[in-house]
């Protein structure tokens, strides 16, 4: 009993922790603007990649963004300006109005919008709601508003097909595909305790699962206070760091399956009870979030913590210079690092990557479908044009304080999250298989004693019913379909 009252209070705060970029956020949002140069190199550029200004589908209308965050909007002078919005903004003469939710109703409450016949247009994609919601009937397909043949979209077309389609048709506005877990580090504590730069051997090709343990075990110090690892995600990047995952979908079945008996999963399964074992990983089971430094990576700047391993670090939009400073230290002198999660040593020599797509789900009976399909151009366009790269990649020095090598390894993540070497973890979108997969793989979270062996004999059974349960619902639309 006293651990499952834990359970609930941890969930609630990380609740809590994820809604930061929502409610707790809203403000009046302010227009930020661009230099003279900057802007009008970006409307010269568009006119090469979009449609024309004064016919464009969706030119000059107000969509409505629906969601617990809003990473178009800008609420600081300080943060990044979202150069495909702003270019729809000053390109189309179209703008978004942000409906809030709260991630706990986020379901329930666009499900009561629906009803009410005031349907808001889209919500910011996440794997994690993939295939579950549009299952259930919350997105529809967009293929009717853009083609993942055209130029503009082709780069897009592998991660569409193989990822995020069901009965051939496609569900999301992919605007983008960047590397989701990596490795963060400071330099200063590598340094202090002798070890190798993980960048270094990484482009040594020698940046291991052996190399990452040898320097967890001799880093970790329970009575100093020191843990190897404190990130919500360290499961999911070993995991994929595989180049598989224990639930993948098949495109060419058109349905789900497991890999428990995958020796590739075996391997990393009994890495991660080694690191439960050895309790290199922060006892948040135990202890407790909130005495965790006070957020996710905390320790970090202090010496308390060796890696992070989660998406919310470094690429969080939402947060400022100052925050990342307070949780890594001085990041413009180079205390800051990035690198992929190492790979397995018994593996096939390759690096892979857990991938996180940028985009939109467009809301089923959504009222300005070609105004959603518009923003997701100027989006995708911001990403193609070399032009708006280096003013984005400004920004991020300027803004956030990267630096030039952190840039370079973001580059390097960024082409293998675009290659055949990416990986989509769906979690919470397998619906009721969900719970099942997060008991297999949660080592460091939970805690417990239990062998890749007794988790696979524990869950084997239900996972494979839920996973039937899911792909009969997909063969169900597809029936319908024909």
């Given at each position: ?10 969930a609630a705060i990380m609740i809590a922790a994820l809604v930061g970029c929502g409610s707790s956020k809203r403000r009046e949002v302010i227009q930020l603007t661009l230099s003279t140069e900057d802007a009008e ?328 479908p070609e105004g959603v399909a518009l923003l997701a151009a100027c989006d995708r366009f911001k990403t193609v044009d070399p032009t708006v790269v280096n003013i984005d990649r400004r920004q991020l020095k300027e ?84």
């Amino acid at each position: 009993m006293r651990k499952r009252i834990i359970s609930v209070i941890f969930a609630a705060i990380m609740i809590a922790a994820l809604v930061g970029c929502g409610s707790s956020k809203r403000r009046e949002v302010i227009q930020l603007t661009l230099s003279t140069e900057d802007a009008e190199a970006i409307l010269n550029a568009a006119g090469m990649y979009l449609p024309d200004a004064e016919t464009a589908a969706g030119a000059n209308t107000v969509i409505q963004l629906y969601g617990y965050r809003n990473d178009l909007q800008n609420y600081s002078d300080e943060e990044m300006v979202q150069t495909g919005y702003w270019t729809f903004r000053e390109r189309y003469g179209s703008d978004i109005e942000y409906i809030e939710c709260t991630f706990a109703d986020r379901w329930t409450t666009l499900a009561n919008l629906m009803v009410a016949d005031t349907t808001p247009d889209f919500y910011a994609a996440w794997a994690t709601d993939f295939p579950y919601q549009c299952l259930r009937g919350m997105f529809q397909p967009i293929d009717d508003y853009i083609s993942y043949d055209d130029p503009l979209w082709a780069d897009m077309k592998y991660m569409a097909d193989n990822f995020f389609s069901i009965a051939g048709k496609h569900y999301v506005f992919i605007t983008d595909v960047i590397a989701n877990c990596v490795v963060v580090y400071i330099r200063r504590v590598m340094n202090e305790h002798g070890f190798d730069d993980p960048a270094e051997l990484f482009y040594n090709n020698e940046w291991t699962w052996d190399e990452m343990m040898d320097m967890s075990m001799d880093f970790t110090d329970a009575d100093d206070g020191r843990y190897a690892f404190n990130a919500w995600h360290t499961e999911e990047s070993l995991f994929t760091s595989t180049g598989t995952f224990l639930v993948e979908y098949d495109p060419e079945a058109g349905e789900y399956k497991q890999n428990l008996d995958d020796p590739r999963i075996e391997r990393a399964a009994n890495w991660l009870y080694d690191v439960m074992k050895n309790e290199l990983s922060f006892p948040m089971w135990t202890i407790g979030w909130t005495m965790n430094y006070g957020a996710e990576g905390g320790g970090m700047k202090q010496g308390k913590t060796l890696f992070a391993m989660d998406p919310w670090y470094v690429f969080d939009e939402c947060r400022s210079a100052e925050e990342y400073e307070n949780i890594f230290g001085d990041i413009r002198n180079g205390e800051l690092m990035i690198v992929p999660v190492p790979r397995d040593p018994n593996g096939d020599g390759e690096y892979y990557i857990d991938s996180k797509i940028k985009g939109y789900n467009l809301i089923k009976n959504a009222r300005h479908p070609e105004g959603v399909a518009l923003l997701a151009a100027c989006d995708r366009f911001k990403t193609v044009d070399p032009t708006v790269v280096n003013i984005d990649r400004r920004q991020l020095k300027e803004k956030k304080g990267w630096t030039d090598e952190m840039l370079d390894m973001w580059d390097t993540m960024y082409d293998i999250a675009h290659s055949h070497n990416t990986l989509v973890m769906f979690e919470s979108g397998l619906g009721d298989a969900a719970p099942i997969v997060d008991n297999l793989f949660n080592y460091t979270r939970q805690g417990g004693d239990s062998s890749w062996a007794k988790r696979k004999e524990q869950y084997g059974e239900q996972l494979q019913f839920y996973l039937d349960d899911l792909n009969k619902q997909i063969e169900d639309i597809d029936s319908q379909s024909e």
